[in-house]
């Protein structure tokens, strides 16, 4: 399973990034998937997951108005739409994936796949 993230790079505040993740090795519509992301001296955190069992998401409340994971199997890609950037929102965001059906267990657990890291600027 290799997990490649792209679509990172510098956007003005307000601005919109679209990050991608292609999976490939397996089906993806088998997996529940996610995004997580780690700034500078912190933590890694979770943004958003999409549960491969009934297609529901779960994302971070400090984003959940601004960013929307989605998939498109045919294309085995998963998207993270994140609209009006913030500086608080540079990081290094990755992609994962989990044979878990559900979210809960997904963010629980440590995923058993991810992606390299692209690194997201939100700066003037």
């Known amino acids: 399973v290799q997990l490649q993230a792209s679509g990172g790079g510098l956007a003005q505040p307000g601005g919109s990034l679209r990050l991608s993740c292609v999976v490939s090795g397996v089906t993806l519509g088998d997996y529940t998937i996610g995004w997580f992301r780690q700034a500078p001296g912190k933590e890694r955190d979770w943004v958003s997951c999409l549960a491969s069992s009934d297609g529901s998401t779960t994302t971070a409340d400090s984003v959940k108005d601004r960013f929307a994971i989605s998939r498109n199997n045919a294309l085995n890609t998963v998207y993270l739409q994140m609209n009006s950037l913030q500086p608080d929102d540079t990081a290094v965001y990755y992609c994962?994936?989990?044979?878990?059906?559900?979210?809960?267990?997904?963010?629980?657990?440590?995923?058993?796949?991810w992606g390299q890291g692209t690194q997201v600027t939100v700066s003037s």
């Open positions: 994962a994936a989990d044979r878990a059906q559900h979210c809960i267990t997904f963010l629980t657990t440590t995923p058993d796949y």
